[in-house]
C-alpha cells in the first residue's frame, strides 16, 4: 500500500507534488458540486510482472460525454483520447506504480465565482492514484432499499457522473450504514429498482440476468458492460428492464457491480434472504472471471486492457 499524498498527480497541465495540487475556497467547482469524474482500476499482474488499466476508452468516451453535458470546452477542445491515455499512462509511469491501483480523474469548473452554470467559465483537468481495497465486501453482503429516492435524469442525471450526484449517493450510504448495512440500493420515484449507491445492480431470475436498462436512470456502468459481455460468452441470457422492488426479494441472486465494488454479490436485502442466502454459482461463476479479465490472466479479454508499460 502506498499513500497517495505522496505521490504526483495531474494538475493544470502538469505533473505535480500532490500538496502542491490545491484550488481556491471560492472554487465554482467546489461551492457547486460542479465536476465530472470517472474512476477506474489498473491491476498489476505479479506473475507477468505487467500492470493493466481496465478499459480506458470505455471510460474516456463516458468522461467525454458527462464533459459535453456541462459544456466544458477546454476538456473537449484539448483532450481527445490519446492525448488523455497519455496523461494516464505518465502517471501511473512517473510514481512506478507496480501494484493495483485506483486512478481518480476529475473535470472541475475552473473558476472562483458565486453564480452556478456552465457558460463563459473555465474547466480543468485533474487526476490521482488512491490505495482503493474493496469498496464493499465481495464475500455477499446485507443491502437496505433506500428510503431516498435516486435522482432523476430530468433532475441530476446519473447517466454522467457529476460529482454533485454524490450528495443524493451519501444520503443513501449513509442511512445504509448507521443501520447496519453494507451498502443501499436505490429506486426511482415509481418504486423500480435503478441501482446501487455506487454500483450497478443484477439479478439473477429464473436462469436469467436481468439488470435495470440504460434508460432507468443508471450510470451505463463500465462493469456493468463487462459483466454483460461475460455473461452473454457463458452461455447467460441478459435481461436489460425495469425491476420491480419486490423482485430484489424473489430473485434467486443478486449482485452489486461496479470499478470499486467490481462483482460483489449481495446475500441479504431487508432481512430477506437473497436466495438460500449466501453467495450463488452464477455471481461466484461471474466474479471469478472478471477477476481474471481484469488482471490479463485470460486471452479472451485482453483487448479490454492497456498495457501501461508495455515491455
Ligand atoms: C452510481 C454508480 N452506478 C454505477 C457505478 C458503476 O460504474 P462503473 O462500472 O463504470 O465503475 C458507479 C461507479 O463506479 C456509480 O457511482
Known sequence: MFNHEELKVFFQGKIVDFKDATISVANTGFLYGLAVFTGMRAHYNEQQQKLFLFRPEDHYRRFRFACKLMRYEQFLKN????????????????????????????????????????????????????????????????????????????AIPARAKINGIYVNTAFAKTEALLNGYD????????????????????????????????????????????????????????????????????????????????????????????????????AAKIQETYMAAVRGELERYKHWLVDVYDR
Open 79 to 154: 483532450y481527445d483520447y490519446d492525448r488523455f491515455l497519455g496523461v494516464l499512462l505518465e502517471l501511473l509511469s512517473v510514481n512506478n506504480i507496480e501494484q493495483d491501483v485506483y486512478v481518480r480523474v476529475t473535470n472541475y469548473s475552473d473558476e472562483n465565482r458565486v453564480t452556478p452554470k456552465f457558460v463563459e467559465y473555465k474547466d480543468a483537468l485533474t487526476m490521482f492514484l488512491y490505495p482503493l481495497g474493496d469498496y464493499v465486501p465481495t464475500g455477499g453482503m446485507r443491502c437496505k432499499v433506500s428510503s431516498y429516492t435516486r435522482s432523476e435524469d430530468n
Open 183 to 282: 451498502e443501499a440500493i436505490f429506486l426511482d420515484k415509481n418504486g423500480h429498482v435503478v441501482e446501487g449507491s455506487a454500483e450497478n445492480i443484477f439479478l439473477v431470475i429464473d436462469g436469467k440476468l436481468v439488470t435495470p436498462a440504460v434508460s432507468d436512470n443508471i450510470l451505463e456502468g463500465i462493469t456493468r458492460r463487462t459483466v454483460i459481455d461475460i455473461a452473454q460468452d457463458e452461455g447467460i441470457e441478459v435481461v436489460e428492464r425495469t425491476v420491480d422492488r419486490t423482485e430484489l426479494y424473489k430473485a434467486d441472486e443478486v449482485f452489486l457491480t461496479g470499478t470499486g465494488a467490481k462483482v460483489s454479490p449481495v446475500v441479504e436485502i431487508d432481512k430477506y434472504a437473497v436466495g438460500n442466502g449466501t453467495v450463488g454459482p452464477i
